[in-house]
């Protein structure tokens, strides 16, 4: 999942972490992809608006 789908699906940066429970801080530091357990909550959390895509990630965990 692309960071930007994310943002623009919850409007901004701020709102999305709010979502998560994070910071914007740590939305700010996920780089072009959000993190794969990031992706899943979010997946979750739209009821399948936004899909987890694990072709998008190297199989490396980041952290979040």
Same mark, same amino acid.
């Given at each position: ?10 409007? /901004?940066? /701020? ?7 994070? *910071?914007? *801080?740590?939305? *700010?530091?996920? %780089? @072009? ?12 959390? =739209? #009821? %399948?608006?936004? =899909?987890?895509? @694990?072709?998008? #990630? @190297? ?6």
């Amino acid at each position: 999942m692309k960071t930007s789908m994310a943002i623009a699906h919850f409007k /901004t940066a /701020t709102a999305l972490a709010k979502a998560l429970g994070i *910071s914007k *801080s740590s939305v *700010s530091q996920w %780089g @072009d992809n959000v993190p794969p357990l990031r992706a899943y909550q979010l997946e979750r959390i =739209t #009821n %399948g608006q936004l =899909t987890a895509d @694990d072709s998008q #990630n @190297d199989g490396e965990q980041q952290a979040a």
